[in-house]
T-cell receptor, first 120, second 113 residues
Framework: EAEVAQSPRYKITEKSQAVAFWCDPI?????LYWYRQILGQGPELLVQ????????DSQLPKDRFSAERLKGVDSTLKIQPAELGDSAMYLC??????????????????FGPGTRLTVL | SQQGEEDPQALSIQEGENATMNCSYK?????LQWYRQNSGRGLVHLIL?????REKHSGRLRVTLDTSKKSSSLLITASRAADTASYFC?????????????FGKGTHLIIQP
C-alpha cells in the first residue's frame, strides 16, 4: 500500500539553527499538507499545496518558516532560525484533489510518520 | 485554532468492552474524519463520513454524524489491547479551496487487558 514518506524521523537542533524536513506524498496526490502537532494536542495546519502552488499558508509563521513544492511532487518545510517553541511533531499528509474525486468533494488525507523536532 | 472537541479527554475500559468517543465542532463541514495515533507515531485514517451521511461502519468501527447538533461519535466494539491510542476527529470546512483539516485535542483510550 502506498504511503507518505517523511525524513528525518527525528531531529535535534539548537535554537537559532536552521532545520529542514522532507515529504514525498502518495503518487498521484495533487494536494499536500504540512501540519504541526504540539505534545498533547491535535495537529494544526501550517500550509496546503495544490500541485506546486500554495493554497493556504495563513497559519504559517512566515518570519521563520518556509515551504516549497517546486515540481509539484515532494515538498520541503524549513525553519530558520529554530526557536524552543518549535519543538513538536511535523506531519505531512496528501490527498487527491477535488477534481479527482467523484462529486468534486474533498477526500481522505493520508499522513506520513512525522518528524519529531527537539530544539535545545 | 482547534474546532473539534473530543469527549472524554481520556477513557479507560476493559478489553472486550465497547468504547464510545464523541466529537463536537463549530462550523459547517464537507466531511468529518476520525484518526488514530499511537504514542509518538503518525496518524492512521480510520473512517470518513460526509455531511450528507448519518452513519457509517468499518469493521469494529461505527461512526455517526448529526449535522444539526454539529456532533459525531465513534464506537469501537469488542475492544482489544491494540486499540490503545489517541483518537482524533477532524473536520474539513465547507466552502473555498482550502481543505486543511481542523483537529480536536483527542481522546486518549486505554484498553486494560
Amino acid at each position: 500500500e502506498a504511503e507518505v514518506a517523511q525524513s528525518p524521523r527525528y531531529k535535534i537542533t539548537e535554537k537559532s539553527q536552521a532545520v529542514a524536513f522532507w515529504c514525498d506524498p502518495i503518487s498521484g496526490h495533487a494536494t499536500l499538507y504540512w501540519y504541526r502537532q504540539i505534545l498533547g494536542q491535535g495537529p494544526e495546519l501550517l500550509v496546503q499545496f495544490q500541485d506546486e502552488s500554495v493554497v493556504d499558508d495563513s497559519q504559517l509563521p512566515k518570519d521563520r518558516f518556509s515551504a516549497e513544492r517546486l515540481k509539484g511532487v515532494d515538498s520541503t518545510l524549513k525553519i530558520q532560525p529554530a526557536e524552543l517553541g518549535d519543538s513538536a511533531m511535523y506531519l505531512c499528509a496528501s490527498s487527491w484533489d477535488r477534481g479527482q474525486v467523484a462529486g468534486g468533494q474533498t477526500d481522505t488525507q493520508y499522513f506520513g510518520p512525522g518528524t519529531r523536532l527537539t530544539v535545545l | 485554532s482547534q474546532q473539534g472537541e473530543e469527549d472524554p479527554q481520556a477513557l479507560s475500559i476493559q478489553e472486550g468492552e465497547n468504547a464510545t468517543m464523541n466529537c463536537s465542532y463549530k462550523t459547517s463541514i464537507n466531511n468529518l474524519q476520525w484518526y488514530r495515533q499511537n504514542s509518538g507515531r503518525g496518524l492512521v485514517h480510520l473512517i470518513l463520513i460526509r455531511s450528507n451521511e448519518r452513519e457509517k461502519h468499518s469493521g469494529r468501527l461505527r461512526v455517526t454524524l448529526d449535522t444539526s447538533k454539529k456532533s459525531s461519535s465513534l464506537l469501537i466494539t469488542a475492544s482489544r489491547a491494540a486499540d490503545t491510542a489517541s483518537y482524533f476527529c477532524a473536520t474539513d470546512a465547507s466552502g473555498g479551496g482550502a481543505d486543511g483539516l481542523t483537529f480536536g485535542k483527542g481522546t486518549h483510550l486505554i484498553i486494560q487487558p
